[in-house]
C-alpha cells in the first residue's frame, strides 16, 4: 500500500534505500512526538483518570480547566510577563549586534579583523555553566542582581559569538561586487548594511532568532543564579516552583509544562522554512 508513497515521481520502481529512509524518520518521528503527546494528553485529565488509565489514552472527558487553575495557581502571568520581556528585547537586539559585528569582520578593513574573529569563535568554545560563579560575583560588584540589566548582559555575551560567527560566513560568502557597487554611488558601510546584507541576509537571521528565541525562553541556570526576587523570575523558574508544589497534581502540572513549551513551538513553526536554509547559508568557509 506503501508503494507509490515511497517511489520517487518519474521513478518506475522503488528505490529500497528510499524506503528505509522514510521508515527510520517515521520512528524519529514517533520516538520524539510520544513524550510531547503523553504530555498534552496527561494536561488534560484528572489525577484519578492518569492513575487508572494507560498513559496514551485520549482524554474522554478533557480537563480544560487544569490550563487555567495551573495559570492561576503557578502566578504564571508574571513569570510569562518576564519571560516576553526578557526575550523579545534580547533576542533582536543580539541578533542586530551579531549582524554589525560580523559585518564588521566581513567587510570592513581592519588589521586586528583576524584576532579579533579568533576571540569571537573563543567565546562559542566556552560552556557558560563553568562561568556562573564568576558572572554572579561581576553583576552582584555591579549592583545588578535581580534586574533585567543583570541577565540581558550575560545572555547578550554568550549568545552574540556564535551568532556572529554564523553570520560572518554568510556575508564573507556575498560577492564584493554588491558591496562596490555600493561604495561607487557614495554608500557608506551603515548604508550598505542595511541596504544590502541585511535584506539578503534573513533566512539566516531566521534561523538564528529560532535558536536564541529557544535558548533565550527555555534558559534555567542563570536565571536562576541572577533573578532571586520571584516577581523577576522567569517562565522556566516559575515551572520549577509550580512543579516543587504541586507535583502531585499530574493534569495541572502537565498543563503548565504544554503552556512553557507552546510559544517556542509556535516561533519554529512560524519561521521553520529559514531554519536549514539559513543555517546552511551561513556554514559558509572563506
Given at each position: 500500500m506503501f508503494e507509490n508513497f515511497f517511489r520517487p515521481v518519474g521513478s518506475a520502481r522503488t528505490d529500497p534505500l528510499l524506503v528505509v529512509l522514510w521508515i527510520g524518520l517515521i520512528l524519529i518521528c514517533i520516538i520524539w512526538l510520544a513524550p510531547f503527546v503523553f504530555i498534552v494528553f496527561t494536561s488534560l485529565k484528572s489525577n484519578a483518570t492518569v492513575m487508572g488509565g494507560s498513559p496514551f489514552a485520549v482524554p474522554v472527558d478533557p480537563e480544560w480547566s487544569n490550563y487555567s487553575k495551573a495559570w492561576a495557581r503557578g502566578n504564571f502571568s508574571t513569570t510569562v510577563l518576564n519571560s516576553v520581556f526578557i526575550t523579545f528585547i534580547k533576542v533582536p537586539l543580539g541578533l542586530l549586534l551579531s549582524a554589525m559585528a560580523a559585518y564588521a569582520l566581513a567587510r570592513v578593513k581592519m588589521r586586528a579583523a583576524r584576532f579579533l574573529l579568533v576571540l569571537v569563535i573563543f567565546g562559542t568554545m566556552i560552556p557558560f555553566q563553568v562561568m556562573l560563579a564568576p558572572i554572579f560575583k561581576q553583576v552582584n560588584s555591579f549592583g545588578l542582581i535581580n534586574s533585567y540589566l543583570g541577565i540581558f548582559l550575560p545572555y547578550l555575551a554568550f549568545g552574540v559569538p556564535y551568532q556572529v560567527f554564523i553570520l560572518y560566513g554568510f556575508f564573507k560568502a556575498v560577492p564584493r561586487e554588491l558591496s562596490e557597487?555600493?561604495?561607487?554611488?557614495?554608500?557608506?558601510?551603515?548604508?550598505?548594511?542595511?541596504?544590502?546584507?541585511?535584506?539578503?541576509?534573513?533566512?539566516?537571521?531566521?534561523?538564528?532568532l529560532i535558536l536564541d528565541f529557544v535558548a533565550t525562553w527555555n534558559e534555567f541556570a542563570m536565571a536562576l543564579v541572577i533573578l532571586q526576587d520571584p516577581d523577576r523570575w522567569t517562565l522556566p523558574l516559575g515551572l520549577m516552583s509550580f512543579q516543587s508544589q504541586f507535583q502531585s497534581d499530574y493534569g495541572q502540572l502537565n498543563a503548565a509544562i504544554v503552556m512553557t513549551v507552546l510559544p517556542a513551538a509556535i516561533v519554529y513553526l512560524i519561521f521553520q522554512r529559514y531554519f536549514v536554509s539559513g543555517l546552511t547559508a551561513g556554514a559558509v568557509k572563506e
Open positions: 557597487a555600493a561604495f561607487i554611488d557614495g554608500a557608506s558601510h551603515f548604508v550598505t548594511f542595511r541596504r544590502i546584507f541585511l535584506p539578503i541576509s534573513l533566512p539566516v537571521l531566521s534561523a538564528l
